[in-house]
């Protein structure tokens, strides 16, 4: 079984933390660090180790922010080496402590902060960081995300959209940012067209977490966006409205070609099994015939009533494919359902149920039972 994330937060990696700063200043207490960063560290989850070495870190450098940032900056190591993150694994967060470091303790030292946060976000990101400022001045803030969105760096740019995300992952809601999405979207149209590909994947998260609050208003501002777009343009849309086709949603549908009723039946669907044990694993099939005298535009996607704590199901959608199927045409889908908890998602006995979806639509593929 892979190690849980949390114990990338190891006193191995405190120690290389007191390493880097006691180069950067000499007189760096690195004993009483790393013993006050470390200790109960195996109790706690990975936000909590990193705030604690935050902390430490806030113990033990200059009592004055200036004079602790400017050792802290000269303690970070290389910037990303290219414009992307896949393949980088945990290695950047190794400076998520020195982002809450920031946060923590920066807020009333703006420039500093965000000269900080600048460099940071070359190394790791500052997303999490930044919205605390987000919350104590935005109008400042947003100010420097806009200079910042014409960045020479992807990974300052990127920041710039994921920071003021709705729902970034683990970090907290920003009141004032869910209550001016429109600010949002005027960043965002700075950066939809950016050359980076990681920027674009960060514009359409942001767009979708837009999607989760107001889908009306993400609906328009990707027809606008479509109306003179470019293959890249479209890719970002596509991923950009995923939840509301995961939804059925028929702006959305429709806006990908897809929002027609389907003319389908479910033909043969087969489950490997009727019975699982908590752990493993299903596949199941099933075919679609089309019943129209024109070819159709199918988004196919499947859902999982899984069973939650309370013994009550909770669909959670997944994405199969996109065809287009000619009259009289059969076409083959497959897939599995894993029944192995996740960080993100717990399994609980008991019956669980499978549905199809054609463009929003649902037909039932088939019914197991999860055992203890």
Same mark, same amino acid.
């Given at each position: 079984?892979a190690e849980?994330? %949390?114990? !990338? !937060?190891s006193? &191995?990696? +405190?120690?290389r @933390?007191?390493?880097?700063v006691?180069?950067?200043s000499?007189s760096?207490p690195s004993?009483a660090?790393?013993?006050?960063?470390?200790?109960?560290l195996d109790?706690?989850e990975?936000?909590d180790?990193?705030?604690?070495?935050?902390?430490?870190l *806030?113990?033990?450098?200059?009592?004055?922010?200036p004079?602790?940032?400017?050792?802290?900056?000269?303690s970070?190591?290389p910037e990303?080496?290219?414009?992307?993150l896949v393949g980088?694994g945990?290695a950047?967060?190794y400076?998520?402590?020195?982002?809450? !470091? +920031? *946060?923590?303790?920066?807020?009333?030292h703006f420039?500093?902060?965000?000269?900080?946060?600048? =460099?940071?976000t070359k190394?790791f990101?500052?997303e999490?960081?930044?919205?605390?400022?987000i919350a104590?001045?935005?109008?400042?803030? !947003?100010?420097?995300l806009?200079a910042?969105?014409?960045? =020479?760096?992807?990974?300052?740019?990127?920041?710039?959209?994921? $920071?003021?995300r709705?729902r970034?992952?683990?970090?907290s809601?920003? &009141?004032?940012?869910?209550?001016?999405?429109h600010r @949002?979207?005027e960043?965002?149209?700075?950066?939809?067209?950016?050359?980076?590909s990681?920027?674009?994947?960060?514009?359409a998260n942001?767009?979708?977490?837009?999607s #989760?609050?107001?889908?009306?208003?993400?609906?328009e501002t990707c027809?606008?966006? /479509?109306?003179s777009?470019?293959?890249?343009?479209?890719?970002?849309?596509?991923h950009?409205?995923?939840?509301?086709? %995961? %939804?059925?949603h028929r $702006?959305?549908l429709?806006?990908?070609g897809a929002g027609?009723?389907?003319? +389908?039946? /479910? $033909?043969a669907?087969?489950?490997?099994?009727?019975?699982v044990?908590?752990?493993?694993e @299903?596949?199941f099939?099933f075919?679609?015939?089309?019943?129209?005298?024109?070819?159709?535009d199918? +988004?196919?996607?499947?859902?999982?009533?899984?069973? #939650? *704590?309370?013994?009550?199901p909770r669909?959670?959608?997944? #994405?199969? #494919?996109?065809? %287009?199927l000619?009259?009289?045409?059969?076409?083959s889908?497959?897939g599995k359902v894993s029944?192995?908890?996740?960080?993100t998602?717990r399994?609980?006995?008991?019956p669980h149920?499978?549905?199809?979806?054609?463009? $929003?639509v649902?037909?039932?593929?088939?019914?197991?039972?999860?055992?203890?």
């Open positions: 079984m849980p994330l %949390k114990t !990338f !937060f006193p &191995a990696l +405190v120690r @933390i007191a390493a880097d006691a180069r950067a000499p760096f004993p660090f790393v013993a006050r960063a470390t200790r109960g109790a706690l990975l936000l180790r990193a705030k604690q070495i935050a902390r430490a *806030a113990d033990h450098l200059p009592a004055d922010f004079a602790a940032i400017r050792v802290l900056l000269a970070l190591g990303h080496a290219t414009d992307e980088a945990m950047p967060f400076y998520l402590p020195h982002t809450i !470091f +920031v *946060a923590e303790r920066g807020l009333d420039a500093l902060s965000f000269q900080a946060q600048y =460099e940071l190394r990101t500052a999490w960081s930044v919205r605390a400022f104590r001045d935005p109008e400042r803030t !947003f100010a420097q806009r910042w969105a014409t960045d =020479e760096n992807a990974h300052v740019r990127r920041l710039v959209s994921e $920071g003021t709705l970034l992952p683990w970090a809601r920003v &009141a004032w940012l869910d209550e001016n999405p @949002i979207l960043l965002l149209e700075l950066l939809k067209h950016d050359s980076a990681l920027v674009r994947r960060s514009v942001s767009l979708n977490d837009l #989760k609050v107001d889908a009306d208003l993400t609906v027809r606008q966006w /479509l109306s777009a470019s293959p890249e343009t479209e890719a970002l849309v596509r950009a409205l995923r939840s509301l086709v %995961k %939804k059925g $702006g959305a429709s806006l990908l027609a009723r389907p003319r +389908v039946e /479910l $033909g669907s087969r489950l490997s099994s009727r019975s044990r908590l752990g493993g @299903i596949r099939s075919d679609l015939a089309s019943t129209a005298r024109r070819p159709q199918l +988004v196919v996607d499947y859902a999982v009533h899984f069973i #939650k *704590a309370n013994g009550s669909p959670k959608v997944f #994405k199969l #494919k996109r065809i %287009k000619g009259p009289n045409e059969i076409a889908f497959e029944f192995t908890d996740l960080t998602r399994h609980y006995p008991g149920r499978i549905e199809a979806l054609v463009n $929003g649902a037909f039932p593929v088939g019914e197991l039972h999860v055992r203890a």
